[in-house]
């Protein structure tokens, strides 16, 4: 058997390896997969109608948020209006701490917060709260 009969049917053999493999993955199958951020352990009682239970005027609240988000693009806001808020990050999540503002008090507010993971998804939730009169 001859050197070239021998490497044909290796290089044939190798030819469809590389090809084979190389056309395995779609481009969709490359794209990464991104984790949308997780909002916990809000710490005040949203507003359950059966219950009445109110939160306390002007009540300091937080809320966690998981570590692999941009902390730039975090938006916390109560009625619509923009809270300011404090925060704390640690290396498995980040805490926001805010207050509710004097002019919600005795109404019903939803508080919503909204964040984009670092890369590229956002999510966002939200809570309803029934804030008592001082």
Known sequence: MTIT????????LALLLVFGTASAYSPEEKEVDCKKPKFT?????????????EVPAEAEFFIKISAYIDTTT???????????????????????TAKL??????????????????????????????????
């Open 74 to 96: 975090i938006k916390l806001t109560a009625k619509g209006e923009p809270l300011p808020f404090k925060l704390e990050s640690t290396s498995t999540f980040h805490k926001i």
């Open 101 to 134: 503002p004097v002019a919600l008090n005795g109404q019903y507010a939803r508080i919503n917060v909204g964040a984009m993971a670092v890369l590229g998804c956002d999510n966002q939730t939200g809570w309803l709260v029934k804030i008592a009169k001082p």
């Open 5 to 12: 009969k021998m490497f044909k049917p290796m290089f044939l």
């Open 41 to 53: 352990d809000f710490n005040l009682t949203p507003y359950d109608a059966s219950k009445n239970i």
